[in-house]
Every structure is written in structure tokens, then in C-alpha cells.
């Protein structure tokens, strides 16, 4: 007797990779995919509800269905996706909130994940290089995703103590990149200008999607409890990404970025809230060695290995940049050593 | 990830490359930056930028200007981590980056310094983005104790904003030496200290006065006031040459005193322990230095 596992958020780029990664998983029986719009692509193997998480045929799901395990991705990042920011709140907490309900209502269900985010930990000038899942941070969040997300396990720790014989992983995820999914980042990285923060370079980390769903899929499989952190190994430096894109960067007064970016791409999901402004400004990392020991799971890609797969499905490089380097510099090569030899 | 030792630290190693032609390696640098292809560590320590970018404008700075004596670098060893103690002076932090210096050209392992700072210099710009890629990371036990894990050699200046910033009358007398986190940091990763003076870098701007009300205003933890600035303005900001000497002390050995980690008193005895070395070292390098210039 397989398990019977619901997603939320299946319609999405990263919940749609998750359902399907269930459905061919043998010791999976069910698959329900859940989510308010129908799903990008299809979802073969799985079956789907178009539902609300807020609406209590959740509860009946899951008791009619037997439901044992809870993936929820039905966290969104940005406030575009949602329309605006009071209905991104709405369904970030309130969703989670009501999904929780119903599941502590749901004596099937045995195991609850969460896909969280880094965003918790904060971004500032007093952070440690990389923050371990028991470090608290030293700036909170105090707006948007980030906030949502430290809400978001609020509930769950909440839901974990109400109900000790589920157990609950929360997996906070590196920003999520690859050939594929779309993302405030992916966004951020596409735009023809890339504004950077005058005066400051962040340290960025980031899970490729494909690694990010391994990561989820693991935390299914096995029955462990905790919070997990998950990133490609390493970090890129900030103005290092905008080099590989091969796009112009410009620095503008951390103050003044959002108006800049607004500017340039007024009907972009590209994120330049305060909280974003802040992550681009001092960047984070987290340590990911809890991960490894305790989950048995490491990302297959780099940081820097992830970001470049993500170029290359962008079809982002920096090749004119390379053409004019080569040349530049064969010349220069041509004239230093002739010079060289005449002297 | 302290527990996976074997994190390729990068792939250029921490040996200079071999320099058939400096032409063609200052182009292939070019290349390497503008295309984005170089490795930036967890802490945002950039060995590229560090190697062929920040360090050579300081290298006539640290020969002709101030010429460096340097003693005792056999104390560091050649790999695994060591946690190296200085004294703090000169009103800008100009004898980090000249340990760094010492470190990397006279070592015969040509080793890295990587180096914790107060907050302070994160939170401003420019100067915590250079910070950073210099190999500098936050005065945090998390930080030191990774980076001494990781088998680095980590430099700290326990004194802080206190001895750089202290009138040029108290020079060479250490100020108070932090809580002792340090020392608890390198009992944690059972790695050697290493008491280091550093003479000469208080003469390079002598603090006669402080602005307190401007670096109040400012959020800054001093103004300086110097023979020579303001009063020159920019020219005021060229250090005096004065004649410097690093000296690597004996290394305290800490395998013996892990059991003293949760012993708040061992741990601040062993601060004093090693704050009086630097003290007695200052004072014999003092009288051995011939003149200040």
C-alpha cells in the first residue's frame, strides 16, 4: 500500500516538478495536486482539485482521500504573481493557516512539509557568513515574502507541537534558479539593465530547481523530522552573476534601486521591495551541512553551476562581451610583445 | 559545513601562480573578471581580486614607505589553521592589511590572512564590499570558528575601534582585549595563537585630537585630528613614513586546554596571558628599533 500525497501550489513551475517527481516515485500511490489556477502543464500520473487552501474542501480531501502526507508549496514570492500584496498575505498565511487546520484535523496524515526559504535568516551587515538552521537572525525580516515565510513556520511550529505524531521538516530553500523556472531572481537577471547596489557586492546562494525538488522529494521519502537549509554548494558574488549574464550593470544608492528597477521594468515580477533591496544589498548564505548529515542530501549543483544552467536556458552569456575581450586583449597582447622585443 | 573538510578552497590554490609574463596573466585577469570566471569563497573572500588587484598597489607601501621587518613567520605554520593576535594602532587600519601583506609575500606557503572586523565596516559602503573581497569577515564566533576549522589562518585585532583610535600619547600601551572570544574560538578549533606586535603603525597619522561631537553627528567612533589632517587636506591622508617591524611570537599551543572551553575564567586568564606577550614584545622591539623613521 503506497502512500497518498497532496500537493499545494501544484500549478506552479516548482509544485507541477514536485507532483510529477511523485507520480513516477513507486512507493507513491496518489498524487493530488492542489491549487486555485489549473496547472501550466499537465500533471500525468496525478490527479488535480481546483481549490483554495483557505476553503474547507481541503479538510474533506483530505479525509476522503486518505491523504498520509502534505507537501505544501502554495507559499508565493512576490506580490504580482498574487495580485497585490494584501492577497499575497492572504494566501501565504491564511492559506497556511487553514491548511494546517485541516490537516491537524486529518488523523491520516503523518507527515507535513514545508517548502520554506531563506529569506528568514534576514540580510545585514552583523550576519555570519552562513547561518546554521539554529542561528536566529540578527536583522527580521519585517515585510513581504520574508515575513510571510517566518509567519509560514510560526504556524508549522505551532501545528508540530499540537500534533506530535506527524512529523513536520521544513526545508528552507536557497532562491531557487534554473533553465526553467521563473522567479523574482530569474527576472532580476533578465532585465536589459541589471541596477545594482552602489558601494555593496551580496553573496548569493542558489539551489537549482532540479535540486530544490531532490531536496523536497528526500524530505517526503524519509520520515524526518527538523529544519533543513538547502543551497548549491558555494557563493557568487552579485556583480560576479551580472558578468556571466553578459548584461550591463548599473549601480545605483541602495535607496534609490527600487525606483530605478521600477523604471526599467515596470510590468515585471522582478521584487524590489524593502526586504529584496536589503538581500541585494548584503546578500546571505546558509550552511547546508544539517542537510547532508541528517537528510542525506546534497545539492548535485553548485551555486555557481546552478546560475550558469540558468543562463543557458535563458540563452543569457557573455559572449559578445567575451568577442570584444579576445580581440581587445589579443591585440593588446600583439602590441605589448612587439613593443617587448623592439625595446 | 564544517564537518566536509575536503571544500576545494580554489582552484587557483593559495600559491601565486607561476608568472611566465606578467603581460599575459595581467590580460588573462582582465578576462577572468569581466567574464565573471573566478571563485568568491562563503565569507565573500575573492583570492583572484585579493592576489592581482588589491594587494600589489600596497606591496611599494610595504617595502619603500614603511619597510617591514619581518620576524618570526616560521611561527605560522605552512597548513591548518592558526589564529594570529595583534595589536591595533594608527587611526586607519592600515597594520591589518600589512600583516596580510607579511603574510602572504613571506610566508613560505604564501598564506592568506583573512581577517575579523567589527560591523562597522560592513555597514558602510565601499569600504565593507573591499573589506570582504580582501578576505575580511564579521567578529562573529561562528565566522572565526569556521574559518579556523576550515584550517585558514585568521587574524584579529582584539583591541577594535579602541586601539586605533587611542591618542597618539598612549601609543604601544594595549587597551582592554575584547571578552576573550577569540581565545575561546581557537580552544574550540584546538589551533595555536599566535601573539603578534606590530611597531610602527601608531606613528603613521599620531592622533593629537578627536572631533567627538562631529563623529557623533556622523555615527562614526572617532574624527581624527592629525599633524596633518585636516589642516592638508587629502595630503593629509599620506601615513608618515615611520620604520616597522612585525614580529610572529611564540605560538600558544591550545590541544592541552580544550577541557578549559567552558571555563570562563582559564578563558579570560589565557586573554591576559597572551595581551601581556604582545605588551612585553612592544616594549623590547621599541628599544630594539633604532630610530622611528
Keep these: ?30 498524487v493530488i495536486g492542489v491549487d486555485v489556477v489549473p496547472p501550466q ?42 495580485g497585490g500584496r494584501t492577497a499575497m498575505k492572504e494566501i501565504n498565511v491564511i492559506g497556511t493557516m487553514q491548511l494546517l487546520a485541516a490537516c491537524q484535523k ?64 521544513i526545508l528552507r530553500l536557497a532562491n531557487v534558479i534554473g533553465p526553467r523556472v521563473e522567479t523574482a531572481m530569474t527576472e532580476y537577471f533578465t532585465l536589459p539593465v541589471v541596477p ?148 | 559545513m564544517p564537518d566536509a573538510r575536503v571544500i576545494p578552497l580554489d582552484p587557483e590554490g593559495h600559491q601565486p601562480t607561476a608568472t611566465p609574463s606578467p603581460r599575459s ?32 598597489p600596497l606591496r611599494p607601501l610595504f617595502e619603500r614607505w614603511f619597510r617591514v621587518e619581518v620576524r618570526g613567520i616560521d611561527r605560522v605554520p605552512s597548513e591548518g589553521g592558526a589564529l594570529i593576535v595583534a595589536n591595533h594602532s594608527g587611526t586607519i587600519a592600515v597594520d591589518s592589511v600589512m600583516t596580510q601583506m607579511a603574510l602572504f609575500d613571506h610566508h613560505p606557503a604564501h598564506r592568506h590572512l583573512r581577517m575579523l572586523g ?43 575601534f579602541k586601539g586605533i583610535g587611542k591618542p597618539f600619547s598612549e601609543r604601544y600601551k594595549l587597551q582592554r582585549f575584547g571578552r576573550g572570544g577569540f581565545v575561546s574560538a581557537a580552544l574550540r578549533a584546538r589551533v595555536p595563537i599566535i601573539p603578534t606586535a606590530i611597531v610602527g603603525a601608531e606613528e603613521i597619522y599620531p592622533m593629537i585630537g578627536n572631533i567627538s561631537p562631529l563623529a557623533r553627528l556622523l555615527g562614526l567612533p572617532y574624527v581624527p585630528v592629525t599633524p596633518t589632517f585636516p589642516w592638508l587636506g587629502p595630503l593629509g591622508l599620506i601615513p608618515l613614513p615611520s620604520r616597522w617591524i612585525i614580529e610572529f611570537g611564540e605560538p600558544v599551543h591550545t590541544e592541552d586546554l580544550v577541557g578549559d572551553i567552558d571555563d570562563p575564567m582559564a578563558v579570560l586568564e589565557l586573554t591576559d596571558a597572551v595581551r601581556e606577550r604582545i605588551q612585553q614584545s612592544l616594549y623590547r622591539l621599541l628599544v630594539q628599533r633604532e630610530s622611528t623613521f
Design chain 2, 118 to 160: 567589527a560591523d562597522l565596516v560592513f555597514d558602510t559602503p565601499f569600504v565593507g564590499e573591499v573589506a570582504r573581497k580582501a578576505g575580511h569577515t564579521l567578529a562573529c564566533m561562528p565566522d572565526a570558528q569556521r574559518l579556523l576549522s576550515r584550517g585558514e589562518v585568521v587574524g584579529v585585532w582584539p583591541e577594535g
Design chain 1, 106 to 169: 486529518a488523523p491520516s496524515v503523518t507527515r507535513v512539509i514545508v517548502k520554506s526559504s531563506s529569506s528568514v535568516y534576514g540580510a545585514g551587515p552583523r550576519d555570519p557568513a552562513l547561518f546554521t538552521e539554529d542561528m536566529s537572525p540578527q536583522h527580521p525580516p519585517t515585510s513581504g515574502w520574508a515575513k510571510d515565510s517566518v509567519e509560514v513556520e510560526g504556524y508549522v511550529r505551532g501545528f508540530a507541537r499540537r500534533r506530535p505524531d506527524v512529523s513536520v521538516a
Design chain 1, 196 to 343: 545594482t547596489v552602489l558601494g555593496y557586492d551580496a553573496r548569493l546562494q542558489f539551489v537549482h530547481e532540479d535540486d530544490a525538488i531532490s531536496a523536497l522529494h528526500r524530505a517526503t521519502s524519509s520520515g524526518i523530522s527538523g529544519v533543513f537549509n538547502i543551497a548549491g554548494e558555494g557563493i557568487i558574488a552579485l556583480s560576479q552573476a551580472v558578468r556571466r549574464t553578459g548584461r550591463p550593470s548599473v549601480p545605483v544608492p541602495g535607496a534609490l534601486l527600487g525606483i530605478v528597477g521600477r523604471g526599467i521594468a515596470p510590468t515585471r515580477l522582478v521584487d524590489f521591495s524593502r526586504e529584496q533591496v536589503r538581500f541585494l544589498t548584503y546578500g546571505r548564505g546558509i550552511d547546508t551541512s544539517r542537510a547532508t548529515r541528517d537528510l542525506g542530501f546534497t545539492a548535485r549543483r553548485s551555486t555557481a553551476v546552478a546560475f550558469d544552467e540558468f543562463l543557458g536556458g535563458y540563452d543569457l552569456s557573455p559572449a559578445l562581451a567575451e568577442s570584444v575581450i579576445s580581440g581587445v586583449t589579443s591585440a593588446a597582447r600583439m602590441l605589448t610583445t612587439r613593443g617587448g622585443s623592439r625595446a
Design chain 1, 1 to 30: 500500500m503506497g502512500r497518498v500525497v497532496l500537493v499545494t501550489g501544484a500549478s506552479r513551475h516548482l509544485g507541477g516538478l514536485m507532483v510529477r517527481a511523485l507520480a513516477r516515485d513507486p512507493g507513491v500511490a496518489r
Design chain 1, 41 to 82: 502543464r499537465p500533471l500525468p500520473g496525478a490527479e488535480f482539485i481546483r481549490a483554495d487552501i483557505r476553503n474547507p474542501v481541503i479538510g474533506k480531501v483530505l479525509r476522503s482521500a486518505d491523504v498520509d502526507t502534505v507537501v505544501h508549496m502554495g507559499v508565493i514570492a512576490t506580490p504580482m504573481q498574487a
Design chain 2, 25 to 56: 596573466t595581467f590580460w588573462d585577469f582582465v578576462r577572468r573578471r569581466i567574464m565573471g570566471n573566478y571563485v568568491v569563497d562563503d565569507f565573500g573572500f575573492d583570492a583572484d581580486l585579493t592576489e592581482h588587484l588589491l594587494l600589489p
